[in-house]
């Protein structure tokens, strides 16, 4: 299916000469962006630690909570910082425990396996943490909003539980001694859009200021806040949230921490990736760091990723990242296989078919979630992958824009014994013998809801430009909006009418396209497109007329450097 162009709406006149200092590129650029006010605008391009980042004690339940975990240290209590198996969860658990060890409290760490216990606490665990650990207080990470059951568990057998999540407010909370999360109506928060690492961090801020002395773990108290703010920008761009707002401020700032980390871990995952560490930025987060500590809990246990965020010793954490790295090959492969075996399980697609379901014996539970991502993203259709384990079925779900799978599987709650998710993405189990009218029903209700519209894969641009406006004065532009990453895309920018004089096969077996053009301009301009070798290498030629999406990079290669114009779509004028 040929994609869909859709180039934004043109700025307004009257936003122009509100703004006769801005350029007319980076006016288009934040007027697509929804930023159309003075206050606005100035948080976006100029993050400030001092005016953008909240006060901690708006939550209002946080002074109750600073006061129980300082209590809990001063009276040596046994914490268990519980923690979950993604990114978020991990990166989440490593900055209250880096806290909580550096103001002296007797702490540890745990991290649910994926497959045995599942998503958040389950009641096995709460009696495992009092049985064997003897916590008198559990502080979740990035989960227990929606573990009600469970949290009475552990309040009867005498130990307080402190919520702090990000997730979205459940039908009945859980009696916890106390809930520090932004989603909910009463928490007090301005920002609801922190990862669980954000909510984490926002309870280590309040502790460190209220902890005595000047000083925590050696530092100055701010210098030590500061300086968990790596942990912060991995798990907010990993976990998809909106980089506006206060989330912007975070991760810009945590950047900064990520490139001159001292952490043997970011040292050793950096050598294990081949990558410069003073070059990493949010697309590193996305496509290397984040699927390497992901894997960790998709193959095995998330343990692995922990321990290599909070490693002190340079040879542990060499040896882990070069694990985690085998680990994240391995997920890769078996990804792969999965993808075509659940391809030959959906059959053809056709445009009757709004939503597709994969079903298969014995699928690793720890990757369905990603072939289903990349299922929906092949055919620009909501799709299921679901792994038969014994008599339960247990899936996940990604979807598009305009329907939320979500709210689909509420309107088939009957048929599931547990499930969660947003808008884009879901996970559920259900007994084996549901799994068929489970299917049917989605199916139903996708093809009810969804039209040929909304099956359009649409590629979103902000500006048509000619070829000459591409220049190193666009790519400074473009720097204004950094970091990008979900609710600030980097921009996307259209040529149309170039003409190809040159075409050279890239990388192993040709599989990308380097495509030289020169359209009016006083020096060729280099396209890059990976994967188009296979897409593009026997349907353009030299001296073809092309149209093409791209986005603006700096490429820089033995001290020189050249605008590297990466393609997102091409296709003949």
């Given amino acids: ?149 469970e949290v009475a568990r552990a309040t009867e057998l005498g130990m307080d539980v402190i919520i702090t999540d990000h997730h979205h407010e459940p039908a009945k909370r859980p009696a916890a001694f106390a809930i520090i999360n932004p989603q909910l109506k009463d928490s007090g928060y301005p920002f609801p859009h922190l990862a669980g690492s954000g909510v984490a961090f926002k309870v280590a801020q309040a502790l460190i200021r209220s902890s005595v002395g000047e000083t925590v773990g050696g530092q100055t108290k701010e210098g030590f806040e500061k300086w968990l703010l790596d942990y912060v920008a991995i798990s907010t761009v990993t976990d998809f949230m909106p980089l506006v707002g206060e989330n912007r401020t975070l991760v810009k700032y945590g950047l900064v921490v990520l490139r001159k980390s001292p952490r043997p871990g970011i040292r050793a995952l950096a050598e294990a990736m081949s990558s410069r560490q003073e070059n990493f930025d949010t697309t590193t987060i996305g496509f290397q760091i984040g699927p390497r500590l992901n894997a960790a809990g998709r193959m095995d246990h998330a343990s692995t990723a922990f321990r290599l965020l909070i490693s002190t010793d340079a040879e542990e954490a060499t040896a882990i990242a070069a694990a985690l790295n085998q680990s994240n090959v391995d997920r890769q492969k078996l990804t792969e296989t999965i993808v075509n075996q659940a391809k ?33 993203d092949a055919n620009h259709r909501p799709v299921l992958v679901m792994a038969k384990q014994g008599e339960e079925v247990v899936g996940s779900g990604r979807s598009i824009p305009g329907y939320d799978i979500t709210d689909a599987l509420l309107r088939h709650k009957q048929l599931l014994t547990r499930f969660g998710g947003h808008a884009g ?130 490429n820089e290669w033995n001290g020189t450097a050249e605008l590297q114009l990466k393609v997102v779509d091409l296709h003949i004028s």
Wanted: hydrophobic share 40%; net charge negative; glycine share 8%.
């Fill in 1 to 149: 299916m040929e994609k869909v162009w859709r180039v934004a709406e043109l700025v307004s006149t009257e936003f122009k000469s509100q703004f006769p200092e801005l350029n007319p590129i980076t006016l288009q650029l934040l007027w697509n962006r929804g930023l159309r006010e003075q206050t606005a605008i100035d948080e976006f391009l100029n993050p400030d630690w001092g005016g953008d980042i909240h006060d901690p004690f708006l939550f209002t339940q946080m002074r109750k909570v600073v006061d129980r975990i300082l209590a809990g240290i001063a009276a040596k209590e046994k914490i268990i910082v519980h923690g979950d198996y993604d990114a978020d969860g991990v990166c989440s658990s490593a900055v209250l425990i880096t806290t909580l060890r550096a103001l002296g409290a007797d702490v540890d760490v745990y991290l649910p396996h994926r497959e045995r216990e599942g998503y958040g606490l389950n009641l096995q665990t709460i009696d495992h943490l009092h049985d064997v650990h003897k916590a008198n207080l559990i502080i979740t990470c990035d989960c227990g909003t929606s573990n009600h059951d």
């Fill in 344 to 376: 030959k399980s959906i059959g053809t697609v056709t445009p009757a078919r709004k939503l597709l379901a994969a079903v298969g014996e014995g699928w690793p539970v720890g990757v369905v979630g990603l072939v289903a991502g990349k299922l929906a």
């Fill in 425 to 554: 993405a879901c996970g559920f189990t259900m007994p084996a013998e549901n799994a068929p009218a489970f299917v049917k029903g989605m199916e139903e209700d996708a093809a009810k809801r969804l039209t040929e519209k909304d099956l359009q894969d649409v590629v979103r641009v902000d500006i048509d430009l000619a070829l000459p406006d591409v220049t190193w004065s666009l790519l400074d532009t473009i720097e204004l909006l950094e970091p990008y990453g979900e609710g600030n895309p980097k921009p996307t920018f259209s040529c149309r009418g170039m003409i190809v004089t040159e075409l050279q096969p890239v990388g192993k077996e040709g599989k990308h396209l380097r495509i030289v053009v020169n359209h009016t301009v006083p020096e060729p301009r280099k396209f890059i497109s990976f994967g188009g070798g296979e897409k593009y290498g026997k349907t353009i030629t030299i001296g073809d007329k092309i149209d093409a999406v791209f986005t603006v990079d700096r």
